[in-house]
């Protein structure tokens, strides 16, 4: 295809995404050297019978035209990337002078704001990630197996958990789960702890948390894997069983070398996924024990009194940088493949 | 891998029946009970004193007299302003799939027909797109439509939710078009066809399947986000899911999870009659980029 064609075939897409991707990510770059304006005080001077005092108070007029005049806030440059909320590069070093042994010094780091959503993202990806690869591919297995004509409905029911949306998929799970639900009070009657409940215990929520993470994807890696199985030849599973081979040897010698860039795909996407978890957070009404990145910034941005642009956006930039962090093998794999491919 | 060699023992055949009807059960459980619990009233299906209640229906004989009770619909229908959320979903998501579909088609086009170098690099800048977490963009796009004074109104929710969503659909777009024969369309060139004639005419006709299929796609980004429209639209123009955790937010109405419940099988039945109607197109759309390579 020519180049002139293909620029206005590409035009309309590739505008609505240098506009509404390329752009903002810039904007949020430019946001996060900035910080909102502090309010302007003024001192004031009461007298009274008693004699004069002076109080200082918050000057509304001249705050609400600076806030005009300038609405992107003051130049602070690297400051919110370094400030408590953020990096704490301060906090750290003071820290790392107070704290006797290392453990205590991480504990203190843990209990920053950023560290702390920092780790449960983490630790979310690291149990999720796996352990949906795992489950998908045992239902995948598990359902080839089963007679084709009732496939149909059991797939269908298969997939429910991952085609709504996540916070609707938490909210319905934590109406189970909570004291009052079906689950919840079941188990408060079993452990005979009318006390036990999903917001007492950061563990428990985290694990059910995890536990919705693995119930939510597990079916997009299921479609995925069931699909590439379909694909597996039939011919060397046959030669295998004719040589002897368990089930677990053919799987693991066969069916397993042959879906290997199917379950690089799926481990990449569910990834990418699975480090901006944020809705569930919400629905499982778990803010205060478990916060990750997203919800960090999305708890900026709907701040009461002044909507937090540039926390908002150093942030963001520091979760687009774990991306990249993340997407980065892949990448560069692909840059060689396509270097050698020329 | 039904084939004759392989003999299963009856032992793995009961384990394997066992653990999927153990799989679907936690898979479909918590829907079913929702359901379920959406008719009945507050105090049954969050019951302090038995869960028993939900099943039994205690207090929903007690105070509506009947074993289930439609409450819960009604009033979020009417008294929480559900019907204006399910219109402005229906509004954004017909906007959303048919402009997602119209662009993502002629770029993916493009792309999939273009032998250059660059329309590899363009395809890799769509997959870190796709890596980006909503909510960064979302923080990007704040304060810019402040300023523009276009923050809160569908138009904006509609234009944001299209391109966001452009990375996926041309990476599934271009997957379908590399199936269908250059022949095809190069014959239509000698023929005296423009490209946009042979796209229009020849390649169209043959897309279908992959076109619902990115449309559904597309449909359920739209009518499943919740960051975007939580944040962009203003109160008035909220959709449906922002509207759901409204719901939440607000305790002093005994009546508002209810409301929640019923909102949440309100929103859900119909995604779930059309991914029933269209299951074959939604699982080859997912397998589409991967099983291909």
Sequence with gaps: ?342 | MDYGLDTKSTRLKTFNTIFIITWLLIACFPFIWTFWGSFKVRADFFSRSDWWYAISAFNTLIETGGQFTTNAYTQAWTEGEFWKASKNTIIVTVFVVSISLFLGTLGAYALSRSTEKYAFWILMAALIFRAMPHITLVSGYLFPFFELQIWGILPTTIVVLVAINQPFTLWLLYSFFKTVPKELDESALIDGCSYFQAFRHIIMPVMWPGVITAGLFSLMLAYNDFTVTALLLNQENHTMVPKIQSYLGTNQHEGNLMWAVSAVVSATAPLFMLVMFFQRQVISGLTAGAVKG
Excluded at chain 1, 4 to 32: D, E, N, V
Excluded at chain 1, 263 to 274: G, K
Excluded at chain 1, 292 to 311: A, P, Q, R, T
């Design chain 1, 1 to 342: 295809m020519p180049n002139k064609t293909f620029f206005w075939f590409f035009l309309p897409t590739g505008l609505a995404m240098i506009l509404f991707i390329g752009l903002p990510i810039i904007s949020t770059g430019i946001q996060s050297f900035y910080a909102q304006h502090d309010q302007v005080v003024k001192e004031v001077k009461k007298c009274d019978p008693f004699g004069c005092t002076v109080s200082i108070v918050v000057d509304n007029e001249e705050t609400s035209k600076i806030r005009e005049a300038k609405p992107l806030g003051k130049f602070n440059g690297f400051g919110t990337y370094t400030d408590r909320n953020h990096l704490a590069v301060d906090e750290i070093k003071k820290f790392w002078n107070e704290t006797e042994n290392f453990g205590a010094f991480v504990d203190q780091v843990t209990n920053l704001p950023f560290y702390k959503a920092l780790i449960f993202t983490l630790t979310y990806c690291l149990f999720v990630t796996p352990n949906v690869l795992l489950l998908g591919f045992i239902i995948a297995l598990s359902l080839n197996a089963v007679a084709r004509k009732i496939r149909g409905p059991l797939i269908f029911g298969t997939i429910l958990p991952m085609i709504v949306t996540p916070l609707v998929g938490s909210l319905v799970l934590f109406w189970m789960i909570d004291s009052q639900g079906i689950i919840g009070a079941n188990i408060q009657n079993l452990m005979n702890d009318p006390y036990l409940s999903l917001k007492s215990s950061k563990t428990l929520t985290w694990i059910t948390i995890i536990i919705y993470g693995i119930w939510h994807h597990s079916p997009f890696a299921f479609v995925v894997f069931y699909a590439a199985l379909q694909t597996v030849p039939q011919e060397p599973i046959e030669a295998a069983i004719i040589d002897g081979a368990s089930r677990f040897q053919r799987i693991k010698h066969i069916v397993l070398p042959h879906i290997y860039p199917v379950v690089t795909f799926v481990a990449l996407i569910s990834l990418m996924d699975n480090f901006r978890v944020f809705e569930p957070i919400i629905g499982f009404s778990a803010e205060g024990s478990a916060q990750s990145l997203s919800w960090l910034i999305y708890d900026n941005l709907v701040n009461e009194e002044v909507i937090l642009f540039g926390s908002a956006a150093a942030t963001s930039m520091m979760t687009i940088i774990g991306i990249a962090i993340l997407l980065a093998p892949v990448l560069i794999r692909t840059w060689k493949e396509f270097k050698t491919a020329r």
